[in-house]
């Protein structure tokens, strides 16, 4: 079946530091969400990406749907505590009823 | 917030007990699906429905049922719940895969098989 590899697994930055992370697919999505999960609480979604090339921001939240529809990367710039979590990537095909495949997820820690 | 709700929010049972999940929804999304998460895994799809009475599998189904009488509710079932079922459980729902596509996800339940 479809595989996504998440990387990295886990970073630990210092408040106000950019972060980077990134997925990429066996397989040619047609959408790519991002993800971000508190401790015992469900996924909320950050960012929806519907185009290959398609580059969309949420705050101090970017993402983009890579070209080749097999990745995406999401950026978080000047981080605060409270980005601290669990950030997953997660793709649907054309065809697929909607089912997402996810990533393993990045796990954030900010140092204040 | 999306208008979903699980329950039961924790469950602890015994191996070869049947459990079932519910999980409901105030938004009369067509779309519902039912995920599991474990360490190092993500989230990988169990069941899912696309419509009442409409449902098939995922990537992980065996040991699992579902039923969706109503729109609203979309019930998992382990026959005979077993250790490695030990997991967190989540349900999402969509309007419509093929246009905005974005899930949104319930709070979760998570079930102890001892």
């Known amino acids: 079946g479809q595989q996504l590899n998440q990387s990295p697994q886990s970073m630990f930055i210092q408040e106000g530091e950019d972060v980077s992370m990134n997925c990429t697919s066996s397989?040619?999505?047609?959408?790519w969400l991002w993800y971000k999960q508190d401790p015992g609480e469900g996924p909320v979604l950050l960012i929806a990406l519907y185009k290959a090339g398609e580059l969309t921001s949420n705050g101090r939240l970017t993402a983009q749907f890579g070209i080749t529809r097999k990745d995406s990367f999401l950026n978080i710039s000047a981080s605060i505590p409270s980005d601290v979590g669990i950030y997953f990537c997660?793709?649907?095909?054309?065809?697929?009823?909607?089912?997402?495949?996810f990533g393993q997820g990045t796990i954030l820690t900010v140092h204040p | 917030d999306a208008g979903i709700t699980q329950s039961p929010r924790h469950k602890v049972t015994e191996t070869g007990t049947p459990v079932t999940l519910r999980c409901h929804q105030t938004?009369?999304?067509?779309?519902m699906y039912w995920y599991r998460q474990d360490p190092g895994h993500g989230l990988r799809l169990i069941h899912y429905?696309?419509?009442?009475?409409?449902?098939d599998k995922g990537e992980v189904s065996d040991g699992y049922s579902v039923s969706r009488s109503k729109t609203e509710d979309f019930l998992l079932t382990l026959e005979s719940a077993t250790s490695s079922q030990t997991s967190v459980y989540f349900c999402a729902i969509t309007s419509s895969p093929g246009t905005g596509r974005e899930q949104y996800f319930g709070p979760g339940t998570r079930l102890t098989v001892t």
């Open positions: 429905s696309y419509g009442v009475k409409d449902t």
């Open positions: 397989s040619i999505f047609n959408t």
């Open positions: 997660a793709g649907s095909g054309r065809t697929s009823y909607g089912k997402l495949t």
């Open positions: 938004e009369n999304h067509r779309y």
